[in-house]
């Protein structure tokens, strides 16, 4: 189940915010600039569905979602045991960074956690299966889709070029494991 935690980035033990009620969660994010929402869809691909057939599945919701964003590609990522460097991919993602354009996913199978820092506070969001995020472009954050990840996504990026982080060398990403 989705759930939210936010802390004060100071003190990991501190919460402020605890819920897994999505409106509640789509409230808090659209406070800092992020999106979050339930996609319902009629249809789930399994999970060994080609990433063609992932998209087509999803195509309604994602041409909405591009003519609103000027998107202009967009992908389906896989993470799991058999993700080639495995380790080091998730210790890049580990690391904050900001991109500059919105970070949208849409998690078609498996859960992570999207975690963004703004104003003195750290927004610790589990996705799972039906949902989508849009990180706004600048913002602090890192993902992890913890030690045995089995995740598939949607990817939807303005700059057809892919994912390009910008590292901010902040190590406050080892200070908040992921609830």
Known sequence: MSHLTVYRDDDPDDIVLR??????????????????ERWDSPV???????PD???????????ELMGETGAGSADVVRINAATPNL??????FLSEHTHSEDEVR???????????????????????????ISVPRGTPHWFDAGLSP??????VFTD?????????GDDIARRFPVS
């Open 19 to 36: 819920t897994d009620d999505a409106a509640v969660i789509a409230d808090a994010l659209r406070g800092i600039g992020a999106r979050f």
């Open 44 to 50: 789930v691909p399994p999970l060994d569905a080609t």
């Open 53 to 63: 057939a992932v998209l087509n599945t999803y195509r309604p919701y994602l041409d």
């Open 87 to 92: 380790t080091a991919l998730r210790d890049k």
């Open 106 to 132: 849409f998690f078609v199978h498996g859960s992570g956690n999207f975690v963004l820092h703004v104003d003195g506070r750290v927004y610790d969001v589990c996705c799972t299966a039906g949902d989508l």
């Open 150 to 155: 089995d995740v598939v996504a949607l990817r």
């Open 160 to 168: 057809t070029t892919g994912w390009i982080a910008d590292y901010t």
